[in-house]
């Protein structure tokens, strides 16, 4: 892993750089945002955050469009991923100038219609993300990772086929309002599935909202899947990934930037050598590592085009950059709170440091 710096340095960074966030009121801690990266952060990377001020504010909901964008600009992002849903002009107006007067990148999530009757929740969002200034929408086309959800191949390309139809019916929409919409590989697709989706649905506004991570899941080797994806990037999920045997297979854990096994400098200069303009956003979850039981049988039933030299791969990878994962079950809710604040801060600022971004 390149770039390395200690744990120490992080958070000394951290403490000096970074104010505390946002008051369950939705004013923001400090005059100024002491914002040395333009890293985003995708709303995941703060839920204990909002279960915890839901608790001392039934009102205030973090996720809140402008409130997340504020909370972003305390702790010192660069812009935020959220779901915006569909918003009242004035909400629209309000996020957009705070936005625009600190200088904050605004994505959109973005569920794809499900059929034709969902066809107006769809636009009525695309429409709400244009006008407040998105720079690109990310959504996903299948639910949960492909080798828990589904006990067959069969099961898996029924919604497989489902995925393609609803982005087919998406076509028109973001043809019409001409905004970037990145679909995350999330656990679903290998990357030949997904270029294939992609080249079928041959619309220049829809891409890839690259994940760093998410493809080591289904044993795809991550620099190439970053290659593959770069031409078509809109978007990026940036995540570190802590790596590690166990006797199933390997665990996949977040971890904050820096900490975790995969040479991050090389996936992002990849991307920004083909997309120099493109906004990269933290999506690191604060949990328990996940399991990929890739030595079990029933991992392989909706997998049997995966090779052995796939999976030689990346056990090598495991074995080569182990890195320690996050127990975060085993915490009190203060704990897991502090953890939460102390991930998004040290990733922040390893990517001002070290990335550069």
């Not at 009525?124 to 828990?148: H, L, N």
């Not at 973001?174 to 656990?187: D, S, T």
């Amino acid at each position: 892993m390149n770039g390395r710096i200690s744990r120490r340095t992080l958070l000394g960074i951290a403490a000096a750089a970074i104010p505390l966030g946002l008051h369950a009121s939705g004013i923001v801690l400090g005059d100024e945002s002491a914002r040395a990266t333009n890293l985003g952060l995708v709303q995941y990377c703060c839920k204990i955050r909002r279960n915890w001020m839901r608790r001392e504010d039934s009102e205030f909901d973090l996720f809140s469009p402008l409130n997340f964008m504020k909370h972003c600009y305390a702790v010192g992002a660069g812009g935020m991923q959220v779901t915006l849903g569909v918003m009242k002009k004035t909400e629209i107006d309000q996020l957009r100038e705070f936005a625009e007067s600190k200088d904050l990148f605004i994505e959109a999530i973005v569920n794809p219609p499900k059929d034709k009757d969902d066809l107006r929740r769809f636009e009525q969002e695309v429409i709400t993300a244009r006008d407040a200034g998105a720079t690109a929408i990310r959504t996903v086309i299948m639910p949960g990772r492909r080798y828990e959800q589904f006990r067959t191949l069969s099961d898996f390309r029924k919604y497989e086929q489902r995925g393609r139809r609803m982005m087919e019916s998406a076509v028109p929409v973001i043809e019409k309002y001409k905004i970037p919409v990145g679909i995350e590989n999330h656990k679903d697709q290998r990357v030949e599935e997904r270029l294939a989706l992609l080249k079928h649905l041959d619309c220049e506004w829809i891409g890839a909202c690259v994940d760093t991570g998410n493809s080591i899941a289904l044993l795809d080797d991550p620099y190439a899947a970053i290659e593959a994806f770069a031409p078509y990037a809109v978007s990026v999920h940036l995540k570190d990934q802590a790596l590690s045997s166990y006797t199933g297979g390997f665990l996949l854990g977040d971890v904050p930037l820096g900490q975790g096994s995969l040479d991050l400098t090389r996936m992002v200069s990849i991307l920004r050598r083909l997309k120099p303009k493109i906004h990269f956003s933290l999506e690191l979850i604060t949990r328990d590592a996940l399991k990929v039981p890739c030595l079990t049988e029933d991992y392989w039933a909706t997998l049997p085009l995966v090779t052995g030299r796939d999976l030689s791969r990346i056990i090598q990878l495991v074995r080569d950059k182990p890195a320690r994962a996050q127990m975060i079950s085993r915490l009190s809710e203060a704990e897991q709170l502090e953890r939460e604040d102390e991930n998004v801060r040290e990733s922040l600022a390893y990517s001002g440091e070290v990335l550069s971004i």
